[in-house]
């Protein structure tokens, strides 16, 4: 034995930073390395996610996990039992191959997934391995610019924003920890200028930790980050983002999307996309058209021109639906959440098929997890350019952007920040770029 193979693996149920159940595992290696990893969920889950499996009786209002801790116990633990922990392609085609769907259904993705990270983290530590250098290698060097979810759509009162986020992007940056430093700073400046426009009673918390959007009109929200950048003495040296998460707007039976009360097309949504980037500095686009629409997507892609299109829903991190996009020209980036897809491997590869072909990834935290979330360290190993992690507030969402501060730290003058490429670049194919940038 060389002391990496696999002699324990357990699981529990926890909790996340939602307070709803999720699966966490341990693995233990024969020379005593532990590793330990557990699943999230996001609030809104695309249609083509791998499956999170919940028991769906009374406790946790049938959230759950209890079967899913079961399948790790006595489906897949027995089954891992003695592999090396080093080989995680064939630890997470074990137990692909175990459970057997499409979706990873019958086993659940979030146990599934749960064992994938906990693995990967027991061979890191069997090495003496940070999880980044590990998964990426020597060549895991690029530290990915943070995209801050500051204001949260939704409906909030007599408001109903239907666009999902509002992100500040700090462009004029050259480090990571400048730029986390830049994006604390205009959200503690947003809150001003929020209740300054609108009054204090419009100052809501939302679901996501960001700001509640005070506005109907997408416009006014991205005003309101640009001013909150000017008060914090940052104007001129961001740029912003909308996730519109189209899907949660879509009317399947009637093929319309409902944006401020009322009926839109899909080209009246790129009408209204084409409009903003007009405009504004908008650099980021995510979800501009419901998951299944990749011809929409492509098209928007090019009528967008300079900006950043990413596919989260489309894609869910699956390597055949990004070949599908890749095929037509869907989007120029793919937002990896590896629990979509439900393995590290799988997650990797999907990510490596999307450098090749020449998208930019950004890595992506989910609205429920832990204080322990490896997505700093899989986007750094998989070549990110830009991470969401969310506002700046709340245990798990800090969690990461310290994460990543370490990891900048390990790095050391070893590391290249994303940034200045990325707006560069940026710069070079749409001009000077619009409004107040």
Known sequence: MTGTEIVKIKAREVLDSK??????????????????????????????????????????????????????????????????????????????????????????????????????????????????????????????????????????????????????????????????????????????????????????????????????????????????????????????????????????????????????????IFRILEELAGKYPLFVVEDPVEEDDFEGMAELTQRLGGSVVIGDDLFVASLERLRRGVAVGAANAILLKPNMIGTISEALDTARYAREHGYRIVGSGRAGGGIDDPIPDISVAAGAVMVKFGAPRSGERLGKQNCMLRIEEELGENGVYAGPGLFAEACAGDGDGPGRI
């Open 19 to 268: 307070a709803r159940p999720m699966v966490e595992a341990d693995v233990l290696t024969a020379a005593g390395a532990l590793g330990r990893g557990a699943s999230p969920c996001g609030t809104s889950v695309g249609r083509h996610e791998a499956f999170v499996l919940r028991d769906g009786d009374g406790r946790y209002g049938g959230l759950g996990v209890r079967k899913a801790v079961r399948n790790v116990m006595e489906v897949i633990g027995p089954a891992l039992i003695g592999k090396d922990s080093l080989d995680q392609q064939a630890v997470d085609h074990c137990m692909i191959s175990l459970d057997g769907t499409s979706d990873k259904s019958r086993l659940g993705a979030n146990a599934i997934y749960s064992v994938s990270i906990a693995v990967a983290r027991a061979a890191a530590a069997s090495l003496g391995l940070s999880l980044f250098r590990y998964l990426g290698g020597v060549k895991a060097c690029q530290l990915p610019v943070p995209l801050f979810n500051m204001i949260n759509g939704g409906t909030y009162g007599s408001v109903s924003m239907a666009f999902q986020e509002f992100l500040f992007i700090p462009s004029g940056a050259s480090t990571y920890s400048e730029a986390l430093r830049m994006g604390v700073e205009v959200y503690a400046a947003l809150g001003d200028v929020v209740a300054c426009r609108y009054g204090r009673d419009r100052l809501l918390t939302a679901p996501s930790a960001g700001y509640g959007a005070p506005s109907e009109d997408p416009g006014e929200v991205l005003e309101l980050l640009l001013d909150a950048a000017d008060k914090a003495g940052y104007g001129g040296k961001c740029r912003v983002g909308i996730d519109c998460a189209a899907s949660h707007f879509y009317d399947v039976s009637t093929g319309v999307y409902r944006f401020r009360r009322k009926d839109a097309g899909r080209q009246e």
